[in-house]
């Protein structure tokens, strides 16, 4: 059992969701990946009703092969077990026959938000590298805003090979506004453009434009984060303390094997350990 309700649902709601894991008496449960989801898709509407189909939606690709109503029954139960609750008498999640489930405790709803895939407008590919780490870096700061939800990086990507509006990403991800962006280089100068859209109606509600030099891009990406706060009325208690690489060309390498990391392919991975040892190697305070 909890240690109390009211602190269960502190919990829920603060950054241990966050972090995939609950207490119970003082001590943190790790969640499985398919019952955080579906904790995470309760507590994003709760008192609503979340069908079983959003669930299959967000739980699995529309291309994965699963027993969908064993894998999502056993994913709730395991989900029950860890917050001590009962399907016969529930204190937090209540099954709603035949429809899906209902997150039963009130919740105060934090405003959340998805970092799109950022679109490369120069010609040559090889600056991929540059976009991806930009949104990564996007989603990690806006993360360490308190009051403010962010989709992870494994939800948004899913949507870079099909484009979706932001309504269908609001539903699908459960929060209320879809950040897009485009990334155009040229030399040492750099263009992005950012757009934040309500997933209620798609309109947009901020939009701007950066032009500045690459050594100025955690200047570009501290500037759309405040912006993003701002447009979601979150109050900020101060600004963003980021610990910055001083040598944005060490940070360019680390970016790149970042890149190539993800990739997971054997040759892959080899380069990316080259350019991590290039980036330690420009490293000021490397001997």
């Given at each position: 059992m909890f240690d109390s309700h009211e602190r269960a649902v502190r919990s829920i709601r603060g950054r241990y969701l966050e972090g995939r894991r609950l207490l119970k008496r003082g001590m943190p449960i790790t969640l499985r990946e398919q019952s955080f989801q579906v904790l995470a898709a309760l507590v994003e509407r709760p008192g609503?009703?979340?069908?079983?189909?959003?669930?299959?939606?967000?739980?699995?690709?529309?291309?994965t092969f699963v027993d969908f109503e064993v894998a999502l029954n056993s994913a709730?139960?395991?989900?029950?077990d860890a917050l001590g609750d009962?399907?016969?008498s529930p204190?937090?999640?209540?099954?709603?026959?035949?429809?899906?489930?209902?997150?039963?405790?009130?919740?105060?709803?934090r405003p959340a938000v998805a970092v799109m895939p950022f679109v490369n407008q120069t010609a040559d590919t090889k600056d991929e590298y540059l976009i991806g780490g930009l949104t990564d870096e996007l989603i990690r700061v806006l993360s360490r805003i308190d009051g403010l939800r962010v989709a992870g990086r494994s939800m948004?990507?899913?949507?870079?090979?099909?484009?979706?509006?932001?309504?269908?990403i609001g539903r699908e991800l459960g929060v209320e506004a879809v950040l897009e962006g485009s990334v155009l280089r040229s030399g040492d100068r750099i263009r992005v453009t950012v757009n934040l859209v309500s997933a209620k109606d798609g309109?947009?509600?901020?939009?701007?434009?950066?032009?500045?030099?690459?050594?100025?891009?955690?200047?570009?990406?501290?500037?759309?984060?405040?912006a993003v706060a701002e447009a979601l009325h979150v109050h900020l208690a101060a600004r963003i303390q980021e610990s910055?690489?001083?040598?944005?060309?060490?940070?360019?390498?680390?970016?790149?094997?970042?890149?190539l990391l993800k990739k997971r392919r054997p040759g892959d991975v080899q380069r990316a350990f080259v350019y991590f040892r290039e980036a330690i190697r420009r490293c000021?305070?490397?001997s």
């Open positions: 609503e009703i979340v069908t079983r189909e959003e669930l299959r939606k967000r739980l699995w690709s529309s291309d709730v139960s395991r989900l029950r009962s399907a016969n204190s937090f999640i209540e099954t709603i026959p035949k429809r899906g489930y209902r997150f039963v405790v009130p919740i105060a709803k948004v990507f899913r949507y870079q090979e099909r484009p979706c509006d932001a309504r269908q309109f947009n509600l901020w939009a701007q434009r950066f032009d500045s030099n690459l050594k100025d891009l955690f200047g570009i990406q501290d500037e759309v984060c405040m910055r690489p001083s040598n944005v060309q060490a940070y360019m390498q680390y970016l790149k094997g970042g890149y000021p305070t490397h």
